[in-house]
């Protein structure tokens, strides 16, 4: 019998990491994808975590975090998360914000954000027409 239980593709997903970003929301979006892969024992979710600069950043419950790349770095993948906290100060990736909508918000990759991060993405319209609940903490 094989290993692999089913013959699926491979989803690449990239992690962008804000400072404090929230772990619990971190773990909260990557668990389930182990989940799947041991349930469907074949790797059908892949990732890659990364920060703006490639440094690392703490998150909110003060844990440092080494990223594996930058994101002007990071390839290969088609679904990108950004992943903020509560105390993640939006307004300083304005930059990086730019970069992402010259770079992704029309090549196909998938973007959504985690706790703050989806505030990041309606802040430079990147969710303008789309569905989607941002928490009262944030303003835009």
């Excluded at 491979?10 to 992690?15: I, S």
Aim: glycine content about 10%; some cysteine; overall charge negative.
């Amino acid at each position: 019998m094989s290993s692999e239980l089913y013959d699926l593709p491979t989803n690449k997903f990239l992690f962008l990491l804000l400072q404090d970003f929230s772990m619990t929301a971190l773990c909260s979006a990557i668990e389930p994808l182990i989940l799947a892969n041991k349930a469907t024992r074949n790797q059908i979710y892949r990732w890659t975590i990364c920060t703006s600069d490639g440094k690392p950043v703490h998150s909110s419950n003060g844990l440092k975090l080494d990223p594996d790349s930058s994101i002007k770095n990071a390839a290969d993948f088609s679904i990108c998360f950004i992943c903020g906290g509560e105390r993640t100060e939006i307004g300083q990736y304005k930059s990086l914000l730019n970069k992402i909508k010259e770079s992704y918000s029309e090549s196909g990759v998938v973007l959504g954000g985690v706790h703050s991060g989806s505030s990041l993405l309606a802040s430079g319209g990147l969710l303008d027409g789309y569905g989607g609940v941002v928490g009262d903490l944030y303003t835009l």
